[in-house]
Each structure stands twice: as C-alpha cells, then as structure tokens.
C-alpha cells in the first residue's frame, strides 16, 4: 500500500529519471547510458552506471523505502537524501524494476513486481544467482550498477490508450533535453565536480547553459555570497543577449521549454545540480522587461531542509533570511533587464532630432505620439487652409491615442524578431526624403549637416543604403544652386 502511494508524489518521466541518475553520480559514475527500448507492446527503460556498485547485502537495503535517515548528514557532493529516489522514482513509472550491479566481489540481481508483491501482500524481492534474461546485463562492466524499468503503465498509456513507439520516444527524447539542462554542470565537467557523460541510447547529452554565459554579449553580474548556518549560497545575477545581439540560432536555443518568458528568475542548483528554475519564488513578477534575467542560486546539501527540498528534489523555498537578500539583489537585476530593452528606444529618441514619433515620458505614465513638426507633416499643414489644418491635428492625434500598444506588446514579447515597420514603396520613399530634406534645407539648416539627421532618422535609418544616394546627390543639387 505504502509504494502504490508512493507511486503518486508527482514525478514526471524527467524528474524520475533524474533522481535516479543522482545515485549513479553520487556512485561517482563517470559514464550513464540511458537505454530505451521502445515497442509499444513491451516498452523499457534502463540506467546504467560505471559507478562504484553495490553489494548484497547493500542492494537489499537500497530498495528498503527509507533505509537512510533524512537528517544524516551527507557528503557534499551526494545527491541524496531521503533514502527513497530509487524506489519511489522507479515505482512512479513502471510496475516492475530489475536492479544489477556489479563489484570486485562480483554481480547480483534483484527484481520487485508491483503484481508478485500485492499478490503476496509482502515486500517480496527476486534475488537471481544466476541471471535470467535481463536485458543489456551485457552492458555492465567490471564495476556499476543497471537499474531497468518494466511494465512502463504510465508511460505506455496515453489517455488510456497504449501509446505508438513514436509517443513513447518523443517522451524520452524530451525528457534527455531536459537531463541536459538538470545535470548541464556535471556534463559540461565544470570546475569542482567530475565529468559526467550522459547518452540515450546512442545520442550523446550536450550541456545546455540556461545562463548563455559564454556568449559576448550577456551580462554577468557579480557574484554575491549569502551566509546560513555556517554555509555559503552564491547568487549570481546573468541578462541573456537582446534578440539583436544573439543569432537566430541562439536566441530560440537559449530560450527554453515554454520561452524566455516563463524561464526568467532564479535556477537554483544543490550541489551544481539544478531543482527549480523559472520563478521568483513569488518576490517579483515575471513581465516582459526582465524576461531576459536569470539568476543563478548554488546552495550546498546540508541546509536541505531549510530549502524544503522534496523527495523528487524537484522543488525547492528559499528560507526567509535567504529571501531578504533576493529581494534586493531582484531590484538591482530588474535596472540591468529593463536598460537592455530601454537603451534601443532612448537612443532613437535622443539622437534622432526629426522624429515622426515623439516619446512622452511624465511621472509613471509612457505616451507615443505623433509629431507634428516633422517637416513632411508640417510642410503639409501648411497648405491647408485654416479648418483642414485643425482637421489634420485632430487625424495625428486619433492615430496616436489608437496606437495598438497592447497587441505590439504581445508580438514583441512572442516574435520580437518578426516585428518590423510598414514598408514604404520605393517612389514615396524618394519623394519622403526629398520633401523632408527640402523643408529642413528651407528652415535654414546647412545643407551639409542633413544627411547625418536623416541617417539618424526613421524611416531613413533602417534603410539608409537605399537612401544615401539619393541624399548625396541632393546635397550636392544644393551647392550648385
Ligand atoms: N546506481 C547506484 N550505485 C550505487 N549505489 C546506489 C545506486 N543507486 C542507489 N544506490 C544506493 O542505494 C541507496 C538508496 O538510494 P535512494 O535513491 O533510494 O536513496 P538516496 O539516494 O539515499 O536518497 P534520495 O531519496 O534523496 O534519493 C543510496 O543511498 C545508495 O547507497
Ligand atoms: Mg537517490
């Protein structure tokens, strides 16, 4: 009764998976196989280690439910806690598991089925002396341990339905992508900790940094240490790349599962292997202006229980002294994220002295509107007789109290890359620059000084080799008139 219950804590396929990879790290594997056979009739998946292995006597106890006790204090770099991962993680995908695992002094298999043990009504265990047909026992070497799932039923079905092959490895496929972010530290080999190599079937796992944190263009922040009980957490705030400054590549790469916006805040690791991510535990908000903001959170294994780490080391709280700190350190990333965004419009505003747009900034409130004084607008209203001319105020200021902010908005924050300005056919763009290089010209500006303003200027700027050559022979008209 207790593992049918047990069976229900929640896990999905890719934190189940995890759990049961931290034993082989904490094993000090160096190398795991993930090995999925997936015919739908009888579909199964195996982890396999070169880690240190277990004897008998271990083995048994390995598959007691609790056979650790929660508040030992555990070696730094183990993954465990509990004493429950390999059992309840096993139990919340499959029906059946098989563990072999091998040392100096020799192999042993032990084998639990849900079905053998409710018909017995007792934790009955398969010890095998010499082994049946266990599959890919020909995969472990002189040292490691293979853990196999069978009767995969919560897998196997979909809707209660026995899924295809191709439902099943997509489930496995998606669950690897999500292994490469979890353990991406211990794949990459980073400082500290040793190299892990990770494969499905024979695709090898490649470390996915949610922080881009190789790339010129983010903005790392620094470092920041926080004091518990004795321990140290690191916090260490990262802004990825605006979608101007990251190839197309990797600005759909690095925005993960769900997009850039459901990924923002903290990624706290324990023990450089990641538990939550993408929220502020509730501290801030996550809006479109930090969605480029992620921080880096690294606590050690011994302040677990201040962190409330759950059995699928899945979630995670910061502890009340820890979430002070956040909250400031958040107010200080919020500045950075918000400049990343902001930087682009300022300079157009600033630099650009004949706008078609005007940025209105008072108190908290952000108005567009359309200027009036731009010399191809003024030099329209003033061939209008008096009435028109007050009908054409009354036309610039609907466009602008229309603009759709809520739907650009929406589009920037979903396809920033996709969103452009309405094209200006090739003649009214000519007789646009004519015009407005003649009105500037007849204000009494130098004609020489025009081209670097209307290089600077909307909608000259975005297509200025189109432009330049008809602005140079302008400048030139000029002199010889
Ligand atoms: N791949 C493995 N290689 C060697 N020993 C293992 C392996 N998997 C499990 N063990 C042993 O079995 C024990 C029980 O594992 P289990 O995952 O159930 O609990 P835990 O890792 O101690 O704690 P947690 O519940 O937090 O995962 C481990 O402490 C470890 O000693
Ligand atoms: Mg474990």
């Given at each position: 009764m207790l593992i049918e219950s047990m069976?229900?804590?929640?896990?999905t396929l890719e934190t189940a998976l995890a759990d049961v990879i931290d034993n082989s790290i904490s094993a000090e594997a160096s190398e795991i196989d993930l090995l999925a056979d997936t015919n739908p009739a009888n579909p199964r998946i195996a982890i396999l280690d070169n880690g240190h292995g277990m004897s008998e006597a271990e083995l048994l106890d390995a598959m007691r439910?609790?056979?650790?006790?929660?508040l030992d204090d555990r070696s730094s770099?183990?993954?465990?806690?509990?004493?429950?991962g390999l059992k309840t993680a096993s139990f919340s995908q499959c029906r059946r598991v098989t563990v072999a695992t091998r040392t100096p002094n020799g192999l042993v298999c032990a084998r639990w089925d849900l079905d053998t043990v409710a018909e017995a009504d007792d934790w009955v265990v398969e010890i095998y002396e010499n082994e049946p047909d266990i599959p890919w026992l020909d995969r472990l070497g002189d040292q490691g341990t293979l853990v196999i799932w069978e009767k995969l039923d919560r897998l196997a079905e979909a809707d209660g339905v026995a899924a295809s092959a191709e439902h099943v490895i997509r489930r496995i496929d998606d669950a690897a992508n999500h292994l490469e972010l979890v353990f991406h530290r211990y794949l990459a080999g980073e400082r500290g900790i040793k190299r892990v190599k990770i494969r499905l079937n024979n695709r090898q796992l490649e470390p996915f940094d949610p922080f881009n944190s190789k790339h010129p263009a983010t903005i790392t922040g620094p470092e920041e240490r926080i004091r518990l009980r004795n321990q140290d957490i690191t916090v260490q705030a990262f802004t990825l790349p605006h979608h101007k400054k990251a190839s197309p590549q990797d600005w759909a790469r690095f925005e993960g599962r769900g997009g850039y916006l459901r990924n923002q805040g903290f990624y706290v690791y324990r023990a450089k292997r990641?538990?939550?991510?993408?929220?502020?535990f509730g501290l801030a908000r996550q809006t479109e202006l930090t969605k480029l903001a992620r921080v880096r959170i690294d606590m050690p294994n011994q302040l677990d229980s201040d962190w409330k780490i759950d059995v699928r080391k899945a979630s995670a709280q910061p502890p009340m002294r820890v979430r002070e700190r956040l909250r400031t350190i958040i107010e200080t990333i919020g500045a950075t994220s918000k400049r990343v965004y902001t930087a682009r419009g300022r300079k157009l505003v600033t630099d650009?002295?004949?706008?078609?747009w005007r940025r209105v900034q008072d108190k908290n409130e952000i108005r567009y509107v359309l200027n009036a004084d731009h010399p191809v607008m003024s030099e329209f209203s003033s061939k209008l007789d008096t009435d028109l001319r007050s009908q054409f105020r009354r036309v610039l200021e609907l466009s602008a109290a229309s603009l759709p902010v809520d739907a650009l908005f929406a589009d920037l924050g979903g396809q920033p890359e996709a969103v452009s300005s309405a094209k200006i056919a090739e003649d009214d763009l000519a007789i646009l620059v004519e015009t407005t290089f003649r009105v500037i010209a007849q204000a009494g500006t130098a004609a020489a000084s025009i081209p670097e303003m209307l290089r600077l200027a909307e909608p000259f700027r975005s297509q200025w080799e189109r432009v330049e050559p008809q602005v140079t022979s302008l400048v030139q008209e000029s002199a010889t008139t």
């Open positions: 069976r229900d804590l929640g896990y439910p609790g056979n650790r006790n929660p770099n183990d993954l465990g806690r509990f004493g429950l990641l538990i939550i991510h993408g929220t502020w650009d002295r004949i706008p078609v």
